[in-house]
């Protein structure tokens, strides 16, 4: 009896002192605990994120006033531009995640990535200063820039789009993977990591609104450009550094085979009757793969299940074709990819909202009085600070406020679940909205009062509670939305799953695009279209209550979407079944 407790105390103590989630250290072998990830690795992870950010909202923000000074284009046609590349930048990491997954590992695809990116901010800096590719002679009047100009400044912002694209999803799922979910203390830190993380990304967006934007309004945009690249440089040397602390996943291949797997031996199998009780549905034996995770069955399409019958003795499983016999893990994680497709959708009205930030929230700060002070202008693209200082105050007061008091109220260990808490922010959402067309007609009527000063009698600071509430907004929903998709998607899949997150602006972006053509289109043939030549010759307010309406009815489609939503439900061993409930993701302990 005295033997089998020393046992016992000797795996519990070799399960602290090692990691034994799958992942591998820089040697390829199973990592130390103390001597890897955690916060220890996270930092120097945290670090490129932060420059990184720095350099993409230093140029996403002024894209549109780049656009309109320089290439002298006029609203309309820049707002759709930004929205496209906007749109590319965000959908592209559905192609880096899937590589980092399959192929390549997170952590080489964030290297590769990054060597992109750093061509886009070359190339953008070159553009600027070589004489052969300089917007305008430095004599004479410009009214259009040179063709060169225009043909290397987009490739080099779509170079940066391409890079973004592997960056994004692999840097943040590989900070992500620095936690193990089966360590108590561990899961908790990886609960507050995508706080953390995003302050981090506010951090880069506050420098690169205020001290870069300054610098592309006093000095000239190619200086700006000089600082993204010595950055993003130093950065990648940082992150480099970290390298023997980190924990890496070992690619395994395609996660879209098992997917396709899972629908072909289903289909095949159609015919045959459903089991009545669920323990006849085939899994993997436990002595196979023991850092394996397992999934629960759940009852939901049902007609998947038929993946997983034996049709003959279950002994002979293993050694069925894939195609013909899949496990109840792998049938379950294509239920976990359907159900989070209506999740999806039913979020991009929310990224609607927020594209508009980067456009016609920017250029509204254009036309208002900027003066603060003894003459110091403020450049319009800082008042994002707002926004990012909304997002830090909303994330610290959740992460250290609400959730301690609602775990204490709801017993949920993230004190309220996720999809509530994408809920919650989503109502800043119809308030940002409605703010801003007020501020908005308010504007308009400064103009009809005074068309000589027009709205310039209006200071800057009269965006800011828009800017704020978005940023309250994004601080629920943009978070919980990281937070969903890295949790809820198959554990092979978790860069693709930060790629399902940023796809949602992506498709926003795209859609936003499409929204304005198809509002201009039919304003027009009502008499006015909506969209002027400038702002003073367009009404940005009524199309702000277009998006307010369309936001409030879409989260009420949310809320019944996730009020029947099921999440995630793990265990380290394969159990026959497990009772469903609409709790977060849950580690299930079974006894065997």
């Known amino acids: 009896m005295m033997n089998d407790n020393v046992e016992v105390k000797s795996e519990e103590g070799d399960e602290k002192k090692w990691v034994n ?4 250290d820089h040697k390829g072998k199973v990592p130390l605990r103390a001597s890897t990830g955690s916060w220890k690795a996270a930092f120097f992870i945290i670090a490129i994120e932060t420059s990184e950010r720095l350099s993409f909202f230093g140029i996403a923000t002024s894209l549109v006033l780049y656009l309109t000074k320089v290439m002298h284009q006029d609203l309309k046609t820049a707002a759709k531009n930004v929205n496209y590349w906007s749109g590319v930048t965000t959908l592209m990491p559905l192609f880096g995640g899937f590589i980092a997954d399959s192929y390549m590992g997170r952590y080489n695809t964030v290297l590769a990535s990054s060597i992109f990116y750093l061509m886009g901010l070359i190339l953008l800096t070159l553009s600027w200063f070589l004489p052969s590719l300089k917007p305008c002679d430095d004599t004479g009047l410009c009214t259009k820039p040179r063709r060169i100009h225009e043909v290397v400044f987009f490739l080099a912002i779509y170079l940066v789009s391409f890079g973004t694209g592997g960056h994004k999803p692999s840097l943040e799922s590989f900070g992500a993977d620095q936690f193990d979910e089966d360590h108590d203390e561990e899961r908790r830190q990886k609960m507050s990591f995508f706080n953390w993380w995003n302050c981090a990304l506010c951090t880069g967006l506050i420098l690169g609104v205020t001290l870069i934007v300054y610098i592309q309004d006093n000095i000239n945009w190619g200086a700006a450009d000089i600082i993204f690249t010595v950055i993003m440089v130093l950065s990648l040397i940082v992150f480099i550094l970290g390298r023997p602390f980190y924990r890496y996943r070992v690619p395994t291949g395609s996660p879209l085979t098992p997917m396709l797997q899972v629908l072909v031996a289903s289909f095949s199998k159609r015919k045959l009757p459903h089991p009545s ?34 049709v003959n003795d279950g002994s002979f499983g293993e050694k069925q074709s894939p195609w013909n016999l899949a496990t109840v893990t792998k049938v379950e994680e294509v239920k976990l990819i359907i159900n989070m497709i209506p999740i999806w959708v039913s979020t991009i009205p929310f990224g609607i909202c927020v594209a508009q930030t980067a456009t016609f929230f920017v250029k509204q700060g254009t036309t208002l009085n900027r003066k603060i002070g003894n003459g110091f202008e403020i450049p319009p693209a800082s008042i994002f600070t707002v926004s990012a200082l909304g997002m830090v105050v909303s994330v610290a007061i959740y992460d250290k406020i609400l959730v301690p008091v609602l775990r204490r109220v709801t017993q949920n260990e993230r004190g309220i679940n996720i999809l509530q808490r994408i809920g919650f922010g989503m109502l800043f959402c119809i308030g940002t909205m409605i703010v801003a067309a007020l501020v908005e007609r308010k504007r308009l009527e400064a103009v009809e009062r005074d068309p000589l000063k027009g709205s310039l009698t209006m200071s800057i600071f009269w965006l800011a509670p828009q800017f704020l509430i978005i940023g309250f907004g994004d601080g629920f929903t943009l978070v919980g939305l990281q937070e969903y998709f890295y949790d809820q998607v198959p554990d092979s899949m978790r860069s693709l799953g930060i790629a399902f997150y940023l796809s949602v602006i992506g498709a926003a972006s795209f859609l936003s695009s499409v929204l304005i053509t198809v509002v201009d289109h039919m304003t027009e043939k009502n008499g006015k279209s909506w969209f002027g030549k400038d702002l003073n010759s367009s009404r940005l307010d009524k199309f702000y209550w277009v998006l307010a309406a369309m936001s409030t009815l879409n989260l009420f489609l949310f809320a019944f979407l996730a009020s029947r939503y099921s999440y995630k439900r793990v265990q380290k061993v394969a159990v026959a079944d497990c009772y469903e409930d609409k709790s977060d993701y849950e580690s299930v302990e079974t006894k065997v």
């Open 21 to 24: 989630d799958s992942s591998v």
């Open 277 to 310: 009780d669920p323990a006849q549905l085939y899994e993997v034996p436990k002595s196979i793969g023991n850092n394996k995770r397992f999934l629960c069955h759940t009852n939901k399409l049902k007609f998947l299940d038929k993946a997983a019958i034996l």
